[in-house]
């Protein structure tokens, strides 16, 4: 199965500010990787697929770009309700596979 | 607006089977693929397995031999059971929709493996 590898596990940054989040894949997914925000107690929302086509309702301050094995979500100007923990998943290979999250807090 | 609810007991017995429903509401259960992921407290998120209406059908190979998706269209639901259970299946169990990336999903329950 398809490893997914995310960092920095914990990253620290200033409301306002840009955050960038790496997700790296053990064999290429081509783009089939989707990105999802989770907040304590409730379940992931589905904010990037397609490595870089932003869901429905989702901000232009979320980004994503990447192919093959090397991802990146940017988030370009950070707002209070963006600290959470973010994860990648590929879906070109079944089973479907997680990273292990990225917590992005405030600094 | 897709709406998704689990349900089903919060604490099972270890060797028993695990058993939720899925309601779906805006949305017949014969338009979309639909899905089951894990969540260990704590930890990351693991694909269960999908379904479709139509009879395709996909389960994680970890859990191929213990799990089942079915759908109830009359019900406009549908159901994960996973036998044999032990503590490793203790996580919140979310119902989603789609296959590849799942842009609803249900509140999760978390299901706790014990005596």
């Known amino acids: 199965e398809i490893v997914m590898t995310q960092s ?5 940054v200033s409301p306002g500010e840009r955050a960038t989040l790496s997700c790296r894949a053990s064999q ?23 490595a870089s086509t932003r869901a429905t309702g989702i901000p232009a301050r979320f980004s994503g770009s990447g ?6 979500l940017t988030i370009s100007s950070l707002q209070s309700e963006d600290f959470a923990v973010y994860y990648c998943q590929q879906y070109n290979d079944w089973p479907y596979t997680f990273g292990q999250g990225t917590k992005l807090e405030i600094k | ?6 349900s089903g007991p919060g604490l099972v017995k270890p060797s028993e089977t695990l058993s939720l429903t899925c309601t779906v509401s805006g949305a017949s259960i014969t338009s979309y693929y639909w899905s089951w992921i894990r969540q260990p407290p704590g930890k990351g ?10 009879g395709t059908i996909n389960y994680n190979p970890s859990l191929k031999s213990r799990v089942t998706i079915s759908l ?3 019900k406009n639901q549908f159901s994960l059971r996973l036998n044999s259970v032990t503590a490793a299946d203790t996580a919140v169990y979310y119902c989603a929709s789609g296959y590849e990336n799942f842009d609803y999903w249900g509140q999760g329950t978390l299901v706790t493996v014990s005596s």
């Open chain 2, 45 to 54: 998120l693991e694909s269960i397995g999908y379904r479709y209406h139509t």
């Open chain 1, 28 to 50: 290429s997914v081509s783009s089939n990787l989707a990105w999802y925000q989770q907040k304590a107690g409730q379940a992931p929302r589905l904010l990037i697929y397609g």
């Open chain 2, 72 to 74: 109830d269209t009359s």
């Open chain 1, 8 to 12: 920095p596990a914990t990253l620290s």
């Open chain 2, 1 to 6: 607006q897709v709406h998704l609810q689990e």
């Open chain 1, 67 to 72: 192919s093959g094995t090397e991802f990146t």
